[in-house]
């Protein structure tokens, strides 16, 4: 799996904060740029306390994902409030096996063998399909959950705290947990006061939203 974070909103955090002053100023929203950043600042954790998040609609992230499987991309894209562009099996000829083993099944040389196997039958099968020119958006229906995949998403800040919240969560499976937790360091560097507290409800609320008292995380 490969993430990275490649673009975001200029300013990611002094819009915001500027949207939450303007709301309670006078002035023209243009002048806010001028108040100080310590100021600045302080609004946004107190408006952020308050849970008043609209204001982070105004920042948004992009990243690029590559080498993830198509289970985690059909999670991922579950997340409405996004945007997305993502390799298309359609389009591209993918006669190179390339695929995601879980950990599990890695961990395990026998299972690991037998499904390496399979693999190769699987791909072995959809070059010979390709091969006899069906047209690789039928070959591809062999290809399995577990065949690689590269998307890139853009979300606003807001939408990233609730995707943040489910999939960091110990309840979220493996692969899209890496990814959650990847991008949230990311985003912890780039917009510090958004994110400090960013990850599942346990962190974030002090709550499981899951109410799974056996996670080890559950709050006491
Ligand atoms: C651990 C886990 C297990 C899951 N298991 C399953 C499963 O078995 N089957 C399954 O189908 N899905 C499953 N999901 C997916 C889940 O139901 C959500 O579709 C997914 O997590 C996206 O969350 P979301 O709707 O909050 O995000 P977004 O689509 O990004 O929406 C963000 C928020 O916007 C609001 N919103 C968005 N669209 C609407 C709307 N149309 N109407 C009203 N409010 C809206 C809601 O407040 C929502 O929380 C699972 C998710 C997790 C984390």
Same mark, same amino acid.
């Given at each position: 799996m490969n993430v990275k974070l490649i673009g975001y909103s200029s300013n990611p955090e002094k819009i915001p904060a500027m949207a939450a002053k303007l709301t309670h100023s006078i002035a023209k929203p243009e002048d806010l740029e001028n108040n100080p950043d310590d100021e600045l600042n302080s @609004?946004?954790?107190?408006v952020l306390n308050l849970g008043h998040t609209s204001i982070i609609e105004h920042t948004s992230f992009t990243f690029a994902i590559s080498d993830v499987s198509r289970s985690l991309t059909h999670q991922l894209v579950r997340h409405r409030i996004a945007s997305y562009a993502q390799q298309s099996q359609r389009y591209v000829n993918l006669k190179k096996p390339n695929y995601v083993i879980p950990p599990k099944i890695n961990a395990n040389k026998i299972m690991k063998k037998a499904y390496q196997e399979t693999m190769d039958i699987i791909w072995k099968q959809y070059?010979? !399909?390709i091969e006899m020119n069906i047209p690789a958006e039928d070959s591809r229906y062999v290809l399995p959950n577990a065949a690689c995949t590269n998307i @890139?998403?853009?979300?606003? %800040?807001?939408? !990233? !705290?609730n995707f943040f919240e489910l999939r #960091? #969560?110990?309840? %979220?499976?493996?692969e899209i947990r890496i990814l959650a937790n990847l991008m949230l360091k990311e985003l912890q560097k780039k917009a510090p006061i958004i994110f400090k507290d960013a990850g599942p409800s346990c962190k974030s609320k002090g709550i499981c939203t899951e109410n799974n008292k056996e996670c080890p995380l559950y709050p006491k």
């Amino acid at each position: 799996m490969n993430v990275k974070l490649i673009g975001y909103s200029s300013n990611p955090e002094k819009i915001p904060a500027m949207a939450a002053k303007l709301t309670h100023s006078i002035a023209k929203p243009e002048d806010l740029e001028n108040n100080p950043d310590d100021e600045l600042n302080s @609004i946004l954790k107190h408006v952020l306390n308050l849970g008043h998040t609209s204001i982070i609609e105004h920042t948004s992230f992009t990243f690029a994902i590559s080498d993830v499987s198509r289970s985690l991309t059909h999670q991922l894209v579950r997340h409405r409030i996004a945007s997305y562009a993502q390799q298309s099996q359609r389009y591209v000829n993918l006669k190179k096996p390339n695929y995601v083993i879980p950990p599990k099944i890695n961990a395990n040389k026998i299972m690991k063998k037998a499904y390496q196997e399979t693999m190769d039958i699987i791909w072995k099968q959809y070059n010979t !399909l390709i091969e006899m020119n069906i047209p690789a958006e039928d070959s591809r229906y062999v290809l399995p959950n577990a065949a690689c995949t590269n998307i @890139i998403v853009t979300m606003n %800040a807001r939408s !990233l !705290l609730n995707f943040f919240e489910l999939r #960091c #969560c110990l309840h %979220a499976q493996w692969e899209i947990r890496i990814l959650a937790n990847l991008m949230l360091k990311e985003l912890q560097k780039k917009a510090p006061i958004i994110f400090k507290d960013a990850g599942p409800s346990c962190k974030s609320k002090g709550i499981c939203t899951e109410n799974n008292k056996e996670c080890p995380l559950y709050p006491k």
